[in-house]
């Protein structure tokens, strides 16, 4: 597996491949002070050709997306931890990274280059789109639609059958009881609006 990023989610996947006995092959970061990540060293991409399994290892949702844009990899590989409880009739996709003691539940759909942080609740029929950031300790309840982009922040209930839109941000401990549109910030208990993010 190679890794592009060497932030501070970069070590988590890295944690979880070693625990699932994946071999590191590179890290890649633009930012040439990083030079070393743990025992590994750490190299400027150089438009390389990766033979092999690629993750973006870095947590911000649009720079994921961008890179993946840029890059057009053929192969991008997974990293879910051990300790993570998944679903046999749930589907994971590519890019995804998926932490310790998170719950994945049955016909729930993970998409592309998501993260579904430690101890978070994906509940039943719940459907996220690409690029989605699921932080720590979330619980989205059952039937829950999450759109492309979206950063739901730590601690926040989602109840069931929300749809909550693309590239929205949800503050940390909030309860959503409603609909969210698209590029919107909402926070609180009730969660409610208080900005519209800038358009993607």
Known sequence: MHLYGASGHC???IDILKKNKIKIES???D???INKIFEFSVVKFNNQNISGELLISIGNNAVRKQLVNELKHKSYGKAIDPKAIISSNSTIKEGTVVMANAIINTSAEVGK???VNSAAVVEHDCKLDNFVHVSPSVTICGGVQIGEGTHIGAGTT???N???GKWCTIGAGSVVIKD?????TVVGNPAKEIKINSEK
């Open 27 to 29: 890290i890649f970061d």
């Open 113 to 115: 280059h998501c993260i």
């Open 162 to 164: 929300i749809k909550i």
């Open 11 to 13: 070590k988590v996947i």
């Open 31 to 33: 930012n040439e002070s």
């Open 158 to 160: 989602i109840i069931p």
């Open 180 to 184: 969210v549109s698209d590029g919107v």
